[in-house]
T-cell receptor, first 109, second 114 residues
């Protein structure tokens, strides 16, 4: 079966750095996505990786290793507004998105 | 620019009732999707439409139906609601021509079936 694993919850301190991991087992691979979802709101797109390596976008970076079935989202200089759930999703060989359950990130002052 | 609009934002209904969740987008995206989101689970695809006039079944289609009469609208109907359909429903769209396939989501419809 297809599976996306990510930690259920993480806690970090304002101003610090946090890494949210995602491992996947899917039928084929056509890209990995990270979305941010604030409580009670819609998910919003953060990043897309289809080749191995690091993609940097401001305070957020996303890394992919296809051989290891592994990605991480790195958040730097954490702000209180970064408190949200972070969803990892993989597009399989049929171009269908398989979603992880999300990681709830709690930022403490 | 509204993006994607869903209605209603919240609804409580009795089991056995028929319910239609509305979804409209103004981005002229070809592809549209309906997902449900339940605590502790990832988003699960109910139905999708790659273009107006076509629809397909997702991971959890039973008890739901959709139609795509035009590019902008993609309503989701529960013919006879059951308590297990209590969930938050998200409509989404994507421009299938972009390489990233980024999804744009509506604000969600919270449905409670009693």
């Amino acid at each position: 079966g297809q599976n996306i694993d990510q930690p259920t919850e993480m806690t970090a301190t304002e101003g610090a750095i946090v890494q949210i991991n995602c491992t996947y087992q899917t039928s084929g691979f056509n890209g990995l996505f990270w979305y941010q979802q604030h409580a009670g709101e819609a998910p919003t797109f953060l990043s897309y990786n289809v080749l191995d390596g690091l993609e940097e976008k401001g305070r957020f970076s996303s890394f992919l290793s296809r051989s290891k079935g592994y990605s991480y989202l790195l958040l730097k200089e954490l702000q209180m507004k970064d408190s949200a759930s972070y969803l990892c999703a993989v597009m399989d060989s049929n171009y269908q998105l398989i979603w992880g359950a999300g990681t709830k990130l709690i930022i403490k002052p | 620019i509204a993006g994607i609009t869903q209605a209603p934002t919240s609804q409580i209904l009795a089991a056995g009732r028929r319910m239609t969740l509305r979804c409209t987008q103004d981005m002229r995206h070809n592809a549209m999707y309906w997902y449900r989101q339940d605590l502790g689970l990832g988003l699960r695809l109910i139905h999708y439409s790659n273009t107006a006039g076509t629809t397909g079944k997702g991971e959890v289609p039973d008890g739901y139906s959709v139609s795509r009469a035009n590019t902008d609208d993609f309503p989701l109907t529960l013919a006879s609601a059951v308590p297990s359909q209590t969930s938050v429903y998200f409509c989404a769209s994507s421009d299938s021509g972009t390489s990233t396939g980024e999804l744009f989501f509506g604000e969600g419809s919270r449905l409670t079936v009693l």
